[in-house]
């Protein structure tokens, strides 16, 4: 075959590329994953999540009056945490649109861990729901975000048992 015609080095090396690249993407899910939510083990925001959790919050609807409320008791520790952690909308001044797509898969998957401990027992598809609303999702970014549950198998999926260790 004549090499200059042969498109296999190409698609070798433009395959390769995006191996590598996605690599890259891996390696910050990972350092992502390592740090999630590690403000909540510290001051202000430690003796914060300990009264919600005495509030029982886990046990309340997503999105209820009620979890709101609760909330907006604890409003100090709760801003710290969203302008410590870049998967909240809160974290930038223009919301959803200074997010990257890390922080939008790390926010995703929040939203599902967060839900798992709730009242409505893992509904992914509710809080996706209230939180259109909750922080004007476009609609295709709710396409993406829904077909990303779809795709993780979630509507019918249930959360693991928690195990001793």
Known sequence: MNTSTDSLPDTQAHIERVQTLLQTAINNLAIRAVGHDASKLVEPEKSAFDRLKALSLSGMAYGSEEYRACLRAEKPAIQHHYENNSHHPEFYPNGLDGMSLFDVLEMLLDWKAATERMKDGGDIVRSLEINRERFKISPQLEAILANTIKEMG???????????G
């Open 154 to 164: 979630w509507p019918d999926s249930k959360p693991l048992p928690v195990t001793k």
